[in-house]
């Protein structure tokens, strides 16, 4: 089968052909009809310092955001069968990792979607509701992520707040927090034009270019006092301040994009004004149930956000499309 893979410590992928995964117990064999180009699959190829960590999985199939149909379940008790449309989630059997023997994560530290076909634990496996199409099944995990963020900020219906950054994840934070009933502020830069137009289109109450206008000074024009929330999704170190620089006394900034370097703040003023600082990574089963919920009722839809779907032999095409930022969400369909 053909693959994406992450070879060499150093910036680049190569496609290569690999035989089809052999199915055991426990495991389950499926079918990829759609894989996303996550950021940080992006920073694996250009090799970005961190990431020696996945060194000693080389080489390794990329790809951790997938949907896929079942061709062959291994022994094992479940209810999945052969046919089941399904995407790729947190385990619901309750038992330490290290029991389990499972991989970090898939792509790159286990084969990941960015193939033909992927062997995963079966209870790894969730069923996509039937209005929910493969497309949007591969893009369920990255809404985890903006679904965690918004959890763990309480914001209310009828609060204001930032989103800086209008990447995939910042516009899947925007969709959540709209579904929520949040008045919200995207910002980006003159590269993001295509991807600021989208969160208009989306349901972004004001948009801003920090190209064009000052974003801290412009916010609080609107709103004096601050927002309550700021949802930091650039990795930019320097927007950290930023959103410490908007939000109201006692508000919240929480930090969803990766950072490669360390960010600098104004410990005074988060004192002083009791504001939050709050990192968001991963999440409880219950933020995936009610995702699962919201996508089923429609009262969320990510497929605007698809801006291009590649087959596997162009990926390398949908990388420098990310980079670039000429994409919004790429999806390679083997």
Request: charge should be positive.
């Amino acid at each position: 089968m053909e693959a994406v893979m992450k070879v060499e410590p150093k910036p680049g992928i190569e496609i290569r052909n690999v035989p089809v995964p052999k199915v055991k117990p426990g495991w389950t064999l499926i079918k990829i009809k759609a894989c996303g180009i996550c950021g940080s699959d992006v920073h694996v190829y250009e090799w970005t310092p961190g990431y020696d960590i996945i060194i000693p999985f080389m080489p390794c199939i990329l790809g951790h955001e997938f949907s896929g149909e079942i061709i062959m379940v291994g022994k094992g008790k479940t209810e999945l069968r052969k046919g089941n449309r399904v995407f790729m989630g947190p385990s619901k059997v309750f038992i330490t990792r290290q029991n389990r023997k499972l991989p970090k994560g898939y792509g790159p530290f286990a084969s990941g979607g960015m193939a033909e076909y992927a062997l995963v634990p079966t209870d790894t496996l969730w069923i996509l509701p039937e209005t929910v199409s493969y497309e949007v099944g591969a893009m369920v995990e990255p809404l985890h992520v903006a679904m965690q963020a918004v959890f763990l900020s309480k914001i209310m219906p009828g609060e204001s707040a930032v989103i800086l950054g209008p990447g995939p994840i910042g516009l899947l934070t925007l969709l959540a927090l709209k579904a929520a009933g949040v008045f919200v502020f995207m910002i980006g830069k003159d590269v993001d034009e295509q991807r600021l137009m989208l969160a208009k289109r989306l349901g972004a109450d004001v948009v801003l270019n920090a190209d064009e206008v000052e974003p801290v000074s412009s916010v609080l024009e609107v709103i004096r006092a601050g927002v309550d929330s700021v949802f930091e999704a650039t990795g930019v170190p320097a927007t950290i301040q930023q959103g410490l620089n908007m939000v109201k006394k006692n508000g919240k900034v929480i930090a969803i994009g990766i950072h490669s370097s360390p960010a600098s703040i104004n410990m005074l003023d988060l004192v002083r004004s009791s504001k939050h600082l709050i990192g968001s990574y991963g999440g409880p089963l219950s933020v995936w149930i009610r995702e699962l919920s919201l996508l089923a009722q429609g009262l969320i839809n990510p497929k605007p956000l698809v801006s291009h779907k590649l087959p596997l032999d162009e990926a390398e095409k949908g990388f420098e499309w990310c980079i670039k930022k000429t994409g919004i969400k790429i999806l390679l369909t083997p």
